[in-house]
């Protein structure tokens, strides 16, 4: 489970990292600031999930847990979003928002990238796995 936890914050800070160089470009250090809240509104959610994967043993559960994961992260992603752009100043506003839906998209993808990866590794998913021809 760690190794997960640790592997999606090692790929979102690095894909953090790499856009750095484009938000200064778009908003200075300001867009640094929008786009790292972003990365940590949608990120939060994301390892919570993953935290929460290893308590449903059967693939459906966890399938389960995938879904309701989904639905936490959006509520957040939405709750959290919102509040900080009622608290913005104009100027980083669009560059924010641009920045909440790249790294809900790519917490979203990472984690069902991991999620898909454990279901296919398990041996009490019944072959659900690949399966060679």
Known sequence: MTRKLVGFSTILLGIWAAICLPAIMLAGAAGVKASAAAAAICGVPALATLALQPARRT????????????????????G???T???????RTLDHF???????YFVS?????GFVVHSLGRDPSN???GARPV
């Open 59 to 78: 693939p459906q559960g966890r399938a389960l847990v995938l879904v309701a994961g989904m639905l936490v992260r959006m509520g957040i992603s939405l």
């Open 80 to 82: 959290a979003g919102l």
């Open 84 to 90: 900080v752009y009622y608290n913005m100043d104009e």
């Open 97 to 103: 928002l641009v920045w909440l839906v790249f790294f």
């Open 108 to 112: 979203l993808f990472t984690e069902v």
């Open 126 to 128: 019944n072959g659900g």
